[in-house]
């Protein structure tokens, strides 16, 4: 459970692509949420629509729930990817080999 | 008015005892500033991320939420899909950059780049006063929490509350605080699926309370003839008419029957004719009356004495509709047949209206049946149909909130100070991703267990805040013993986190770096600890103060202070190289006061203040569209204006980012 002291990240050189990343997916997930926004407060009766035996509330909001989560581990693999291909090792990996 | 059981306190003590001996276990190993503010550093990634959820699902989340769904349906999953949608914020744009910056505190990483006694100063403001209108909410919760679950009074819980938040904090801080989010967190998800479980295997059903101790009311409807000269009377039974009142568009009876009143509302059937449906009452009494035990009284509960009355609970399906066929009852549903099911029925809810019987003001609570395509969508609670009425302010009003709930998360200080608790920023980024899968899986759970109070009968119609424990209760009092103990654990952990937060924003911030005290590793603990017995005996006060304000009003409050104040100044330092300490310090104050100020002129306020709505300077009760955008022009502006003087960017910044 403890990972003993931290590494030297400062010297993360994944950071500039890990932050580029991470601006663009932010980007993406405002546009539907502010999407999710406009819908709801210029043209509410849109989303009572059916969708199937819901409605387009329902399948709207729980899509920006499970959207967040599917981008979040579509990042962290691309981050863990960066961080193996540019440092060269992961960042725990390098925390398990410092702390033994 | 709730039964105790023993069962609950049991658990109860259990919980508190084993959290307690959490602190006792960690206080031996909490000796350094780092071990203190930061749990050493060393927090694995995946424990920090339920730590995190154990932080951010507050009573406002299980409480709250579920609540405003029981009552408005949709509307109060809206706050559900912001609070989730904000951690979108933390993940992709502040999580590595601020484990990268920042030390113990959120000053810290604003502060990194200038090293300035403004940006100590205000961002350490910013983090006290954030906390602390995060802090009344959760009190009050609490006080809220302990009477039907203890029997205790509302003050005895708030004090019990904040003196066992002081010693998780003053013994072993951020490490104690951590592992007590972490069984908090793992529970709430667990227990929460466990209650959807027996929800969903439950049903629908037209008569909820068929299987239960308790029997639901039957919820009676008398047929009425309504004379030319507006004389009202029921024939053929032994009710007699003995007052009329009318609230608004809508009319209540005063009817008596041997020797017993009650009050009714006049509407019309399917056929357009006059019937009188039954309703529940509460009379605030304008001279007060002994109840049996020779108390004095002055609410009576359906004529009763609150004191020996049961909570009002309701809430039905009138009308269920199952796989496109009307029937009775539906068991073992699927989550989407539950939520279509809903959608396709119709369900009373309880609205509210307020009327005066002699000297005595009574509040009706009236079967409202409500179509489930309108409870499946916006605009039962916010104001968004321009058909029923939604002006442009008033749609301006909800996308604000909106807004405040999107950029307020990643700016809330005792959420950023967890991203100092693990070793790496990759683990700060794998912790915000498990903190986003357990918080987002609760949140998709708060549906059905805010429509399940619903359609379930269990809602209190005086206060919905206690919807989703007295749901678990109509199944059992077992289940009711241990969600209200987690209940009652979402506040002690999120107190924790916040009191944290403030102690490190007065120790740190202000002690050390503002006033330049120079405290030694061993002194900042001793500060730190003094703090969190200042903050928790405040934190106290304040629960006891505002007693019987709406839980989830300050949290609104709290989200759109942070954003406004911290969003901009963390952002704009991370990513525009043009910003001057001047800038980030008066984005900060200009952020803090513009919207701590807007909610204090918003008609919501005024309503408090007990002055016309319509007499409010600011029409928005929601500030985050204004002081929001204020934050970060202010943050330009100034930057602009002070620019020459703006030092180069340190390494430190450009590697924390690394543009």
Same mark, same amino acid.
């Given at each position: 459970?403890?990972?003993?002291? @931290? ?7 994944? !950071? ?64 863990? $990817? ?13 925390? *398990?080999?410092?702390?033994? | ?96 950059? %601020? ?7 959120? /000053? ?14 205000? !961002? ?19 006080? /809220?929490?302990? +009477? ?11 004090? %019990? ?16 605080? =951590? ?8 529970? &709430? ?28 009311? *039957? ?8 004379? *030319?000269?507006? =004389? ?12 009329? #009142? ?8 005063? &009817? ?36 049996? @035990?020779?108390?004095?009284?002055? $609410? ?6 609150? +004191? ?10 009138? =009308? ?25 029925? +119709? ?6 209206? /307020? ?81 986003? @899968? ?88 001793? !500060?730190?600890?003094? !703090? ?49 300490? #001047? ?21 919501? %306020? ?27 022009? /202010? ?14 960017? +340190? ?9």
């Amino acid at each position: 459970m403890h990972h003993g002291p @931290a590494t030297d990240w400062s010297k993360d050189k994944a !950071a500039p692509f890990k932050t580029r990343v991470g601006i663009w997916m932010f980007v993406l997930y405002a546009v539907i949420y502010i999407g999710f926004i406009l819908i709801n407060t210029f043209n509410p009766k849109l989303m009572g629509s059916d969708i199937g035996g819901l409605n387009l509330a329902t399948v709207y909001g729980f899509g920006l729930i499970i959207f967040a989560l599917m981008l979040a581990f579509v990042y962290n693999a691309i981050c863990s $990817a960066a961080e193996e291909e540019i440092n060269g090792r992961l960042d725990d990996e390098a925390d *398990e080999e410092e702390a033994a | 008015m709730y039964e105790t059981s023993g069962w609950a306190i049991a658990v109860f003590i259990a919980f508190v005892s084993f959290v307690l001996w959490i602190s006792y276990h960690f206080a031996r190993r909490t000796k350094t500033a780092k071990g203190y503010f930061a749990a050493g550093g060393h927090v694995h990634w995946s424990v920090n991320g339920i730590a995190f959820a154990g932080d951010y699902l507050s009573a406002a989340s299980f409480l709250g939420i579920c609540g405003m769904i029981a009552t408005y349906g949709y509307d109060g999953f809206l706050y559900s899909i912001g609070y989730l949608a904000g951690w979108i914020v933390a993940l992709f744009v502040v999580a590595e950059p %601020m484990k990268r910056l920042g030390k113990f505190t959120f /000053t810290d990483a604003v502060d990194a780049k200038f090293n300035s006694k403004g940006i100590q100063l205000g !961002a350490a403001l910013s983090t006290l006063i954030v906390s602390t209108f995060y802090l009344i909410p959760q009190m009050v919760g609490a006080g /809220t929490l302990v +009477t039907p679950l203890l029997g205790l009074p509302h003050w005895l819980g708030v004090v %019990m509350v904040g003196a066992i938040v002081v010693i998780i904090v003053a013994t072993a801080g951020m490490a104690s605080t =951590t592992y007590v989010q972490f069984l908090k967190g793992s529970l &709430l998800v667990v227990f929460s699926m466990a209650l959807v479980i027996v929800t969903l295997y439950n049903g629908l059903n037209t008569r909820p309370g068929e299987d239960r101790r308790q029997p639901y009311p *039957e919820f009676r409807t008398l047929p009425v003839s309504l004379a *030319e000269d507006g =004389t009202l009377s029921v024939p053929d039974s032994p009710f007699q008419v003995v007052a009329r #009142q009318a609230s608004g568009k809508l009319e209540f009876a005063k &009817l008596s029957n041997d020797n017993h009143t009650s009050w009714w509302r006049l509407t019309a059937d399917a056929e357009g004719k006059p019937i009188l449906t039954e309703a529940y009452w509460v009379t605030r009494l304008a001279a007060p009356v002994t109840d049996s @035990a020779g108390n004095q009284v002055s $609410a009576l509960y359906n004529g009763k004495p609150i +004191t020996e009355s049961k909570p009002l609970q309701a809430g039905h399906i009138e =009308t269920l509709v199952y796989q496109g066929e009307k029937t009775d009852k539906a068991h073992n549903l699927g989550m989407l047949e539950f939520l279509a099911s809903v959608k396709e029925s +119709t369900i009373v809810r309880f609205a509210k209206a /307020t009327i005066k019987d002699g000297d005595d003001a009574v509040t009706v609570y009236y079967q409202n049946p409500t179509s489930g395509r309108d409870i499946m969508r916006p605009g039962l609670k916010f104001k968004v149909d321009e058909s029923r009425g939604a002006t442009w302010l008033d749609r301006m009003d909800f996308a604000s909130l909106m807004i405040a709930l999107f950029c307020g998360t990643a700016a809330l200080p005792h959420i950023l100070i967890r991203y100092y608790t693990v070793p790496t920023p990759s683990a700060a980024r794998k912790s915000t991703i498990v903190a986003i @899968a357990a918080i987002g899986l609760f949140y998709m759970l708060t549906l059905f267990m805010g429509l399940g109070a619903m359609v379930n009968g269990v809602v209190d119609v005086t206060d919905d805040n206690m919807s989703a424990p007295l749901l678990a209760k109509s199944f059992g009092i077992t289940l009711f013993a241990i969600i209200s103990a987690i209940a009652f654990a979402t506040v002690l952990g999120t107190v924790a986190g916040l009191i944290v937060a403030a102690s490190g924003a007065v120790a740190h911030d202000l002690m050390d770096r503002f006033l330049n005290m120079k405290l030694s590793d061993h002194n900042k603990v001793v !500060a730190g600890k003094a !703090a969190a017995i200042v903050v928790g005996g405040i934190a106290i006060l304040l629960g006891i103060s505002f007693k019987g304000m709406n839980v989830s009003f300050l949290v609104g409050w709290a989200f759109a202070v942070a954003a406004s104040a911290n969003l901009p100044a963390i952002t704009m330092l991370l990513f525009w190289k043009g910003a001057t300490k #001047q800038g980030v310090i008066a984005a900060i104050l200009v952020g803090m006061f513009a919207a701590v100020g807007l909610i204090l002129l918003s008609p919501d %306020m005024f309503e408090r203040y007990g002055l016309p709505r319509t007499s409010a300077p600011i029409a928005l009760n929601n500030p985050g569209i204004i002081s929001i955008p204020l934050g970060y022009v /202010t943050l330009v502006l100034v930057s602009l204006l002070t620019r020459r003087k703006a030092p180069e960017p +340190t390494a430190l910044v450009q590697e924390a980012v690394g543009l």
